[in-house]
C-alpha cells in the first residue's frame, strides 16, 4: 500500500495524462456516435426522396466544373517582342546552328581567350621580322585580349563572311543587340563549366576571301615562334596576311564577345542570319545598369520596344520598356522555344517565341505588373466564351439548389 501511494506521488502527470485520455475518448465515441446518427437520418431521407440523391449529384457536378473554371491550369503561350537587346541559355540536347551566311563583313572582333593560326605571307610594321615567316600562332592569354579581323583594302568589297556559328547545350547567349549606326551584330557566348570538362565548344567558321586582310591582336603571346626578335607583346601586333587558309575554324573559348560590324545595313538577309526552332530557357529582354560600387544598386532596365502575346484566347499589347514576366515577378517568362529571330530595321531585334505557363504579367515596374493573363483549368477543354456562359449559370444553379435542398431535408425530417 505505501508502495502505491509512493509511486502515485512519485509520478502525478502520468495520472492527469491518463485522465484527460480518457475523458478524449469519451468525446470522441459521443461524436462519432452523432455522426453515424446523422449519416443514417441523411442517407433515410435521401432513400424516402430520390430526388434529393439526382439533386446532390447535380450539385457535385456544378461545383466541380465551377472549381475548374476558376483553378489555374498551364497554358501554351505564343508571342513576339521587338527589343533592343535579349538574352537566352540554349536549352538543346546537341550542338545547334545559330547564325549563318552573315556576308561582306566589314570588321571582326573578339574579346576574350583564344587561340589564332595564319598561314600565308605576312607583311607587318610594327614587326618586320614577321614578314618571313609562313605561318603564325598566337595566343591571346585573358578576357582582356581581342584580336580583330578586317579586309586590307577598305576601299574593296569584303570577302570576309561568317559561314555558321554553333552553340553547345546550355551556352548563354547575353546582349545579344544590333547597332544600327555602325551597321554592328553584338553579342556574348559563356559556356557551363560541364560543357567545358568535356572539350565541347562553341565553334566558329569564317571565309576569310581571296583578298589580303589586316589582323590586329592585342593581350597575346607567340607560339612555335623561332624568331630571334619578339615583338613587344604590350603593344598591339598589327599586319597584314595574304591567307593560304581562307576556311578559318575556330574553337570559342567559354566567355567571349563578339562584334559583327557590316560593310551595309541588311535588308531581307537578316531573315536568314538567325536558324529558326532555338530551344531556350531564362529568356530576358533586359539590360543591368551597373553603377559599380555595390551590386545591391544594380537596376534591370527592360529593353523591349514593342511587341504582343497570346494565350487561351487573350492578347495583350507590351508597350516600351515594359517588362515581361511569369508566375513570379522576380523570374522570366517560362520561353521554351524562339521560334524565329530576325533585325528590324530602326527598331531592334525581333523574337517570335512560344511556351507554357500559369500566368503573364506585364508592366512597367516588376513589382507592379497592370495587367495580366491567366487562364483556368477549363480553358483547355472549352472556349473562352462558353466557359464564361457555364460558369454564371453553374453559380446561379448551385445556389439555388442549396436553397431547396436545404428546405427539403429540414421538411423531411421534421416529420415523424
Do not use: C
Amino acid at each position: 500500500m505505501a508502495s502505491r501511494q509512493k509511486a502515485k506521488q512519485k509520478f502525478p502527470d502520468l495520472i492527469k495524462i491518463r485522465q484527460w485520455l480518457n475523458s478524449q475518448k469519451t468525446h470522441l465515441v459521443a461524436w462519432f456516435g452523432v455522426s453515424i446518427s446523422a449519416l443514417k437520418r441523411l442517407l433515410r431521407t435521401i432513400s424516402n426522396h430520390q430526388s434529393l440523391l439526382l439533386v446532390l449529384l447535380l450539385l457535385l457536378f456544378l461545383t466541380l466544373v465551377s472549381f475548374a473554371a476558376i483553378a489555374p491550369g498551364t497554358h501554351t503561350f505564343e508571342g513576339n517582342i521587338i527589343s533592343q537587346e535579349m538574352s537566352f541559355v540554349y536549352n538543346g540536347q546537341q550542338a545547334k546552328l545559330f547564325l549563318q551566311d552573315i556576308r561582306g563583313i566589314k570588321e571582326l572582333e573578339n574579346e576574350g581567350r583564344q587561340i589564332l593560326t595564319f598561314t600565308g605571307s605576312f607583311q607587318s610594321e610594327t614587326w618586320p621580322e614577321l614578314n618571313q615567316l609562313n605561318s603564325l600562332k598566337i595566343q591571346l592569354k585573358d578576357s582582356e585580349s581581342r584580336w580583330i579581323i578586317a579586309p586590307a583594302n577598305l576601299q574593296a568589297t569584303s570577302d570576309i563572311n561568317l559561314d555558321e556559328l554553333r552553340l553547345q547545350p546550355n551556352t548563354k547567349l547575353s546582349g545579344l543587340s544590333y547597332d544600327f549606326y555602325r551597321n554592328q551584330l553584338a553579342f556574348s557566348l559563356q559556356s557551363s563549366s560541364k560543357l567545358d570538362l568535356k572539350g565541347n565548344q562553341n565553334t566558329l567558321e569564317l571565309y576569310l576571301g581571296e583578298q589580303p586582310i589586316k589582323v590586329i591582336v592585342e593581350g597575346y603571346e607567340l607560339l612555335d615562334s623561332k624568331s630571334p626578335n619578339q615583338p613587344d607583346t604590350q603593344t598591339p601586333l598589327e599586319f597584314i596576311v595574304n591567307p593560304n587558309n581562307k576556311k578559318f575554324n575556330l574553337e570559342i573559348a567559354p566567355n567571349t564577345n563578339l562584334y559583327i560590324t557590316l560593310a551595309k545595313a541588311p535588308k531581307y538577309e537578316s531573315e536568314q542570319w538567325f536558324r529558326e526552332k532555338i530551344e531556350t530557357k531564362d529568356v530576358k529582354f533586359l539590360d543591368l545598369d551597373r553603377n559599380g560600387k555595390d551590386a545591391r544598386d544594380d537596376l534591370k532596365i527592360s529593353t523591349i520596344v514593342e511587341g504582343k502575346i497570346r494565350m487561351v484566347g487573350q492578347e495583350q499589347d507590351i508597350k516600351q520598356n515594359q517588362f515581361l514576366m511569369g508566375e513570379n515577378p522576380d523570374t522570366p517568362l517560362n520561353i521554351e522555344l524562339i521560334r524565329h529571330l530576325q533585325i528590324v530595321p530602326k527598331k531592334g531585334i525581333e523574337a517570335r517565341f512560344s511556351g507554357k505557363t500559369k500566368e503573364i504579367q506585364i508592366g512597367l515596374d516588376q513589382n507592379f505588373p497592370v495587367s495580366q493573363i491567366q487562364g483556368s483549368w477549363l480553358d483547355g477543354v472549352l472556349p473562352r466564351d462558353a466557359i464564361i456562359a457555364l460558369f454564371s449559370f453553374g453559380a446561379a444553379t448551385v445556389a439555388n439548389l442549396l436553397s431547396w435542398l436545404f428546405s427539403n431535408t429540414s421538411k423531411s425530417t421534421s416529420k415523424p
